[in-house]
């Protein structure tokens, strides 16, 4: 019997998809955004590590409200495109109104940072992250959940990218 228990655990977790997710958002009331992100994507998976909260200025774009960030590290089974789907109906759940022109100040943001080792490009979801590498307020929770991750397109690690960063404003961590 602790055989075919023991092989079922074995094959579950070949099936199990490692996913950094980026949480952000600067309207409302901020942690209680990210609580209810956390909340909602824990539905999806196991959320087996969060970063504590970042707190840093819009990147790309002027605004007077400050971003909260945080970096969860999910195990799933949901394919790639389906779980960005999901995190879309998330977004759109939690009071995310998507423009079409560039960055703008918004009560959630969730971002699949990377699955896996996965470099792929379809037209919901690119891997790993494109700008990921160029942004401090992501690089800096995601070196607090995963300091062993490395960038499957660059070759170099977290830790590696956050030297190399162009970003100058730092994150203030939170808790």
């Known amino acids: 019997m602790s055989a075919v228990r023991t092989a079922r655990t074995v094959l579950k977790k070949d099936f199990m998809k490692e ?4 949480l952000g958002t600067n309207l409302g009331d901020k942690r209680e955004n990210l609580v209810k992100a956390v909340h909602c994507i ?3 998976g196991e959320i087996v590590r969060k970063s504590a909260l970042y707190e840093s ?3 790309g774009y002027e605004s007077i409200a400050s971003y909260l960030n945080q970096v969860l590290l999910l195990h799933t089974e949901i394919e ?6 999901e995190l879309l109906k998330v977004e759109e759940e939690l009071g995310r109104e998507r423009l079409n022109e560039g960055y703008a100040d918004r009560f959630i943001d969730i971002d699949i940072l990377s699955i896996d080792a996965m470099v792929q490009q379809t037209s ?3 891997l790993p992250h494109p700008r990921m ?3 401090r307020f992501t690089l800096l929770p995601l ?3 995963h300091p ?3 960038h499957p397109i660059l070759g170099q690690s977290v830790t590696a990218l956050l030297e190399v960063c162009p970003d100058t404003a730092v994150p203030t961590k939170l808790s």
């Open 148 to 150: 062993e991750w490395m």
């Open 143 to 145: 070196q607090e959940v």
């Open 19 to 22: 996913v950094l997710i980026l």
């Open 57 to 59: 200025p819009a990147w």
């Open 42 to 44: 824990g539905q999806f």
């Open 124 to 126: 919901i979801l690119e």
């Open 133 to 135: 590498h160029l942004r």
């Open 80 to 85: 790639p495109e389906m779980l960005m789907q």
